[in-house]
């Protein structure tokens, strides 16, 4: 794929979100877009793309092995340059990381691997999500003002497409909830018929018994059920709820 121009972008990126089945498979595909961007003559940019849920690493996406391992060093550490643009919603450039102060470990650690500089922008997102676009090259000044400019006009048109990404991800994840609690549902009410046809009892005894087999045996409420179905008609329940 080409890279976008700036006018392209927004269209592009909704299209990767279209394509990806998850969250985690559109910011990877971002991160390799991100790269491909803004490498040039003066050498390779990697990219990683952190997910913050309540403050905590949901998603770790990159173009390389390298950049996720630059990441998640940093979630080690607990803070470094992309933690903090994702979380001040500010910028975060280190120009050159032998002579940066802030982030002692992290920075120590990444610049044996040959790092040099960072370039940390935040993608604006909205509720329990923080976001940033994280630069890395093995160059110093690898990042000039208009470079940052440029990440910093990706990382808004990134925005509209990772909140609707994560709004696709998490409908279809309540979806499939949904469905699997109908078809748990199905079981303990088929199972309870069973016990109550064959025990002559009323429907509370019948599941009371159903829920003193499952702390018996350790088992969650719709296994015992399952079982008892599977043990009358040979094989689970089934249910016709398709979402």
């Not at 990159?62 to 470094?80: P, T």
């Not at 909140?163 to 609690?181: G, K, P």
């Not at 009892?201 to 499952?214: E, G, I, T, Y």
């Not at 088992?219 to 709820?241: C, D, H, I, Q, W």
Request: proline content about 5%; aromatic content about 6%; hydrophobic content about 40%.
């Amino acid at each position: 794929m080409p890279s976008p121009n700036s006018t392209q972008l927004p269209s592009v990126l909704i299209d990767l979100v279209l394509e990806s089945p998850d969250v985690q498979d559109f910011l990877n595909r971002s991160a390799v877009l991100a790269s491909r961007e803004f490498s040039g003559p003066d050498g390779p940019v990697s990219c990683a793309v952190t997910l913050l849920h309540k403050s905590r690493p949901r998603v770790v996406a990159s173009s390389s092995e390298e950049a996720r391992h630059l990441d998640e060093i940093q979630y080690s550490y607990g803070d470094g340059p992309c933690l903090t643009a994702a979380r001040s919603g500010t910028t975060v450039l280190v120009k050159d990381l032998a002579a940066e102060q802030r982030w002692p470990g992290y920075t120590s650690e990444v610049s044996r691997r040959g790092l040099r500089s960072i370039l940390a922008v935040p993608i604006a997102l909205s509720g329990d999500y923080l976001s940033a676009l994280n630069l890395y090259a093995n160059r110093e000044n690898a990042f000039p003002d208009a470079t940052v400019q440029a990440a910093e006009s990706f990382a808004r048109h990134a925005a509209a497409a990772v909140r609707l990404a994560i709004r696709i991800t998490d409908t279809t994840a309540r979806a499939e909830d949904l469905v699997a609690a109908m078809r748990s549902r199905t079981s303990i009410d088929i199972a309870i018929g069973i016990i109550m046809g064959q025990s002559r009892c009323s429907q509370q005894q019948a599941f009371d018994v159903l829920r003193a087999a499952s702390s018996h045996r350790n088992m969650k409420l719709r296994e015992v059920a399952e079982s008892v179905v599977a043990s009358v008609n040979g094989r689970p329940a089934e249910t016709y709820f398709d979402g």
